[in-house]
C-alpha cells in the first residue's frame, strides 16, 4: 500500500497520468483500509479527492473526503483531517459555495489549535477564495494573510497560488497595476518551479490585463506565449480562456 501510495504522481499534468495516479491510490487506500490503517487510507482519500477534483470528478473528490473523514472519527488525526475539510471546501466551491465557509472554519480552527501551519494557510486561500465573490477588500487581507504562512513556510507552490488570488483581488477592484505585479510574482515563481500549467495561468491573467490597458500587443504575446504551454486535450478550459 505505502510503494503504490509512494508511486503516485500527484503532480501529474495530463488526463492520462492523472488518471494513473489515481488508479494507484485507489488500490493503496484499499489495502490501508483492509490492514486497518485508517489513518494512511484517509491520507491517501484526501490525494485521491484532489486528483478527482482535477480530473472533473466533483461528486467523487466529495465522496472521498467524506470518506475520509469518516475514517478518522475512529482514528484521528488533526493535520489529516484538516487537509480532507480544505479539500471539501475547494469541492464545494463548485458546487454549494455556502458550504465552503463551515469547512473552511473547521479547518481554521483545528489547524491552529495544532500548530499546523501548511493546513491554516490552504484554509485562508480557500476562504479567500469564497470572500472575494462578495468582498473583494476582505478577500485581499485574508489572502494577505495566507501569504505570509506560505513565505514562512518557503513553500513557492503555496506562494504562487496566492499571489493569484491577490491579483484577482486587485483586478476586481480595477486596480490593474497592482493585478499585474501579483501576476507578475505568480509566473515568476510557477517559472522556478518549472510548471507550465502554473506558467500558462499566470500568462493566461497578464494577457487579460493587458488587454484591459488596450495593449493589444503585449496582450496577444502572452496568450500566445500561454498557448504554447497548455496541452488542448488535457486543459480545454485554458484554451478556452485564450481564444476567447
Not at 491517501?44 to 486528483?51: F, Q
Not at 484577482?168 to 499585474?180: H, P, T
Given at each position: 500500500a505505502r510503494q503504490l501510495a509512494a508511486s503516485?504522481?500527484?503532480?501529474?499534468?495530463?488526463?492520462?497520468?492523472?488518471?494513473?495516479?489515481?488508479?494507484?491510490?485507489?488500490?493503496?487506500?484499499?489495502l490501508f483500509l483492509n490492514a486497518g490503517e485508517n489513518i494512511e487510507a484517509a491520507?491517501?482519500?484526501?490525494?485521491?479527492?484532489?486528483?478527482?477534483?482535477?480530473l472533473n470528478s466533483l461528486q467523487d473528490a466529495i465522496n472521498s473526503h467524506n470518506q475520509a473523514l469518516d475514517l478518522l472519527k475512529s482514528a484521528p488525526s488533526v493535520e489529516v483531517e484538516v487537509d480532507n475539510l480544505n479539500g471539501l471546501a475547494a469541492a464545494y466551491m463548485y458546487n454549494d459555495k455556502a458550504k465552503v465557509d463551515e469547512y473552511v472554519n473547521r479547518a481554521?480552527?483545528?489547524?491552529?489549535?495544532?500548530?499546523?501551519?501548511?493546513?491554516?494557510?490552504?484554509?485562508?486561500?480557500?476562504l479567500a477564495n469564497r470572500q472575494n465573490y462578495e468582498d473583494h477588500r476582505l478577500s485581499l487581507k485574508t489572502a494577505e494573510a495566507s501569504l505570509a504562512l506560505w513565505t514562512n513556510l518557503g513553500d513557492k507552490e503555496g506562494m504562487a497560488r496566492v499571489y493569484e488570488q491577490i491579483g484577482?483581488?486587485?483586478?476586481?477592484?480595477?486596480?490593474?497595476?497592482?493585478?499585474?505585479d501579483s501576476f507578475e510574482k505568480q509566473l515568476q515563481l510557477w517559472r522556478e518551479l518549472g510548471s507550465s500549467e502554473g506558467q500558462a495561468a499566470a500568462l493566461i491573467n497578464l494577457g487579460f490585463i493587458d488587454y484591459r490597458?488596450?495593449?493589444?500587443?503585449?496582450?496577444v504575446s502572452r496568450f500566445r506565449q500561454a498557448r504554447l504551454?497548455?496541452?488542448e486535450t488535457d486543459e480545454p478550459e485554458r484554451v478556452g480562456q485564450i481564444v476567447t
Open positions: 503516485a504522481n500527484d503532480s501529474a499534468t495530463t488526463r492520462m497520468d492523472r488518471q494513473a495516479a489515481l488508479t494507484k491510490l485507489q488500490e493503496s487506500a484499499q491520507r491517501v482519500l484526501n490525494r485521491m479527492g484532489r486528483l478527482q477534483l482535477l481554521l480552527t483545528l489547524s491552529e489549535q495544532a500548530g499546523y501551519t501548511r493546513g491554516q494557510a490552504q484554509a485562508l486561500l480557500r484577482g483581488c486587485y483586478l476586481a477592484q480595477n486596480m490593474l497595476s497592482e493585478a499585474s490597458k488596450a495593449d493589444w500587443e503585449n496582450s504551454l497548455v496541452n
